[in-house]
């Protein structure tokens, strides 16, 4: 079965710092893959997503994740992060319509 | 753009009572959720319906039901809440697609946070 791992539950960046959450995943074919941002009493929204393709792809609100296939990775990356980045960051696998969310990771920025 | 609309963002009930949480999404979305999420668990899957009358047990069922008469509501009933159904619910619907395009991203409500008393 699929699974996804968000290693880091809690990070703290400062403001204007580089950012890099962990995510990896566990599934036997070629994985769908998916980051998602949650902000504080609101739902869940997408920041992008890989089908297939280049292994680097570009998100919503200046985030960018790498897929590696060798390292079962796909890692959130931001330049410079904001204060309004603050929120909870989820992974995702999908399979067969559905899709396994990691636990997910809570960003904290420091000004 | 997409939206799910969740009936409530919040509801107090008390232990025994049948509840009903109700979401509509407005993008003739074939497939639809529901999930709970609680601290440091993540969001687990209760239902999953990929068409109208269509339903399949997610992770977690036990204590739920659910109803999808139109294709654009889905209902989730507790039918004798208790006390560990206290949780945050999220409803998402996502487009069905064929193939290898069956995995599509999935569209959120913003929860409805139920205590039950």
């Known amino acids: 079965a699929q699974s996804v791992t968000q290693p880091d539950i809690h990070i703290t960046v400062s403001e204007g710092a580089s950012l890099e959450l962990r995510c990896n995943y566990s599934y036997g074919a070629t994985p769908y893959l998916f980051w998602y941002v949650q902000s504080p009493g609101q739902g869940l929204q997408l920041l992008l997503k890989y089908f297939s393709g280049d292994t680097l792809v570009q998100g919503i609100k200046g985030f960018e994740a790498e897929f590696k296939r060798s390292q079962s990775s796909f890692n959130l990356r931001k330049p410079s992060v904001h204060w309004s980045d603050a929120a909870e960051y989820f992974c995702?696998?999908?399979?067969?319509?559905?899709?396994?969310f990691g636990d997910g990771t809570t960003l904290t920025v420091k000004p | 753009d997409v939206k799910v609309t969740q009936s409530s963002r919040y509801l107090v009930k008390r232990t025994g009572e049948k509840v009903f949480l109700e979401c509509v999404q407005d993008m003739d979305h074939e497939n639809m959720f529901w999930y709970r999420q609680d601290p440091g668990l993540g969001l687990r899957l209760i239902y999953f319906s990929y068409d109208v009358k269509m339903k399949e047990k997610g992770d977690i069922p036990e204590g739920y039901s659910v109803s999808r008469e139109k294709k654009e509501r889905f209902s989730l009933i507790l039918e004798s809440a208790s006390t560990n159904q206290t949780s945050m619910y999220l409803c998402?619907?996502?487009?069905?697609?064929?193939?290898?395009?069956?995995?599509?991203?999935?569209?959120f409500g913003d929860g409805t946070r139920l205590s039950i008393l």
């Open positions: 998402a619907s996502s487009f069905r697609g064929q193939g290898h395009a069956s995995n599509q991203p999935q569209h």
């Open positions: 995702a696998v999908g399979n067969a319509g559905k899709s396994t």
